[in-house]
């Protein structure tokens, strides 16, 4: 009979008595009841073991027991180099290389590594990277790198990390989103919300609260509040107190004491001082954009836009739009539009349009658009629209309208229309109408009308219409119309009561005359004027 011998083949099972390995065995699992001797090399995993002089402690999966110092280490390399501290959790390679803090939370590569501070908690590839402080929170890759501020909460990618290897010292600093607070934050107590907000900020500020893309970025100052994509964002200066919201909100702008609100507010503009007294409001689309002046509270579309003037008060679309001056007071619809007068109150649609005179007060739709004069009141609608003359009051509509006469005084509808006569004044509906004498009162609807006397004083309808003459006085409806002559004192006979005689006419007139007067009458026998006395 043949005698067989038993061969072990591979991938069968096989049991042995004994077993010689000159050289090394290369095993998964090794399993049994005891190992005795010396076990060199490394273990991923074990059970049962009862000797084994040489075995990696940070390799070693373990969870039914606290390792060294409380510490868990788990990675290629993780805690690696930690000579101290303890409450170590470190999962991923090099998670806490070399860190030497307490109460350490690291998740990722080199998350937490070369960290010294204390109570951190770094989530992502090389978060809190080289940290010196405590009481930080960093999550998002290469968050909070380098970080040596206090109280830190760092989200999102390069949120709150430098361009080189100096990284933040500021205390609180909040900041979440991408590179958000990033290449190196030097505000104290920053909260940055929203992709880039509050990056490269410079100038050692404090308190920003900054929500939004690119908000306040690239900016300084301290206390700023900026919400909206590029809401204050590339600011210089030294700016204090800002408080803007919109879209561009206080973008490429400069000054204290800010209020925008609106897309484009206060947009390329300056307050160039910025006191509590000289602050700057800004309320809608593009208000105050490009302004250059302090103290505007400016509303509406547009309105203060391209403002150069300070102490600025507009109020409506367009309003105060390109103004030029100081003191200003605009509202209504393109109201002080292009304005370049100072000490200008204009309420109304398009009031003090294109204006450059000083000291204006218009009131009414287009009152004192396109005025040229200086010391105007213009109430109503196309009053003094346009004028040129000076020291003007005109009252209704169209008063004054066209004018061109200094020291004019008109009330009424269409009074002094296209007047050029100095030293008016006029009270009546269309009174002075294109008149051209100089030194005229007249009292009346239509009275002086086409007047081209001077020194003449009208008071009744129609009276001294189309009068040539000079230093005459017109009495009565109607009176001097198309008078000619000069030094004339004009009655008309509408209002002088005719009697046959000066009996006549003191017995009718005493009947119901009233006592301190003088009643003025037409003597038929002498044919002059008399009079009754009483």
């Not at 490009?290 to 579309?301: E, H, R, V």
């Not at 629209?385 to 169209?398: C, D, F, K, M």
């Not at 004083?457 to 109607?478: D, R």
């Amino acid at each position: 009979m043949p005698n067989w011998k038993k061969v072990i083949v591979s991938g069968s099972d096989a049991t042995l008595n004994s077993l010689l390995v000159t050289n090394a065995v290369t095993a998964s699992i090794f399993s049994g009841s005891q190992f005795t001797g010396s076990f060199y090399g490394t273990a991923s995993w074990s059970q049962n073991t009862i000797t084994a002089s040489v075995v990696s402690l940070q390799n070693v999966l373990n969870y039914d027991r606290a390792l060294t110092n409380h510490n868990n280490f788990q990675g290629s390399q993780s805690g690696v180099g930690i000579s101290s501290g303890n409450n170590i959790n470190a999962f991923g390679q090099q998670a806490a290389y070399s860190a030497s803090g307490n109460h350490i939370n690291a998740f990722g590569f080199q998350a937490a590594s070369g960290s010294t501070g204390n109570d951190v908690i770094a989530i992502g590839r090389q978060a809190a990277f080289g940290n010196t402080q405590q009481a930080n929170i960093a999550i998002g890759i290469q968050s909070a790198q380098y970080n040596s501020g206090i109280g830190v909460i760092a989200i999102g990618v390069n949120a709150l990390s430098p361009l080189s290897t100096v990284g933040n010292s500021k205390n609180f600093a909040i900041a979440i989103g991408y590179l958000a607070a990033g290449n190196t934050n030097t505000i104290n107590n920053i909260v940055a919300i929203g992709i880039q907000a509050g990056q490269s900020n410079f100038g050692n500020g404090t308190n920003w609260n900054v929500i939004g893309y690119q908000a306040a970025y690239q900016s300084s100052g301290s206390y700023i509040n900026a919400i909206g994509q590029f809401a204050g964002a590339n600011n210089s200066g030294d700016c204090q107190d800002w408080n803007v919201l919109g879209a561009d909100a206080g973008r490429y702008s400069i000054g204290s004491n800010i209020n925008a609100f609106g897309r484009e507010a206060f947009y390329q503009s300056e307050n160039p001082f910025g006191d509590n007294t000289r602050v700057v409001n800004a309320f809608g689309f593009r208000a105050a954009k490009q302004s250059q002046g302090s103290g505007i509270n400016a509303m509406g579309f547009a309105a203060s836009q391209l403002n150069t003037g300070s102490h600025v008060n507009a109020f409506g679309f367009g309003a105060a739009y390109n103004n030029k001056k100081n003191f200003v007071n605009a509202i209504g619809y393109q109201s002080a539009y292009q304005n370049s007068g100072s000490d200008i109150n204009a309420l109304g649609n398009q009031a003090a349009y294109l204006n450059t005179g000083s000291y204006v007060d218009a009131i009414g739709s287009q009152a004192g658009k396109n005025n040229s004069g200086d010391n105007v009141i213009a109430i109503g609608r196309d009053a003094a629209y346009p004028n040129a003359g000076s020291q003007l009051v005109a009252i209704g509509r169209q008063a004054a309208y066209n004018n061109t006469g200094n020291n004019v005084t008109a009330l009424g509808y269409s009074v002094a229309y296209q007047n050029s006569g100095n030293n008016i004044n006029i009270i009546g509906n269309s009174a002075a109408y294109q008149n051209t004498g100089d030194n005229v009162s007249a009292i009346g609807n239509s009275a002086a009308v086409y007047n081209s006397g001077s020194n003449v004083v009208a008071i009744g309808e129609n009276a001294a219409q189309y009068n040539s003459g000079s230093n005459v006085i017109a009495l009565g409806a109607n009176s001097a119309q198309n008078n000619p002559r000069s030094n004339s004192f004009i009655i008309s006979n509408s209002v002088l009561p005719t009697y046959s005689d000066y009996s006549t006419a003191y017995a009718d007139i005493s009947t119901d005359g009233i006592a301190g007067n003088t009643y003025l009458y037409h003597d038929q026998s002498t044919n002059s004027i008399g009079a009754v006395r009483l």
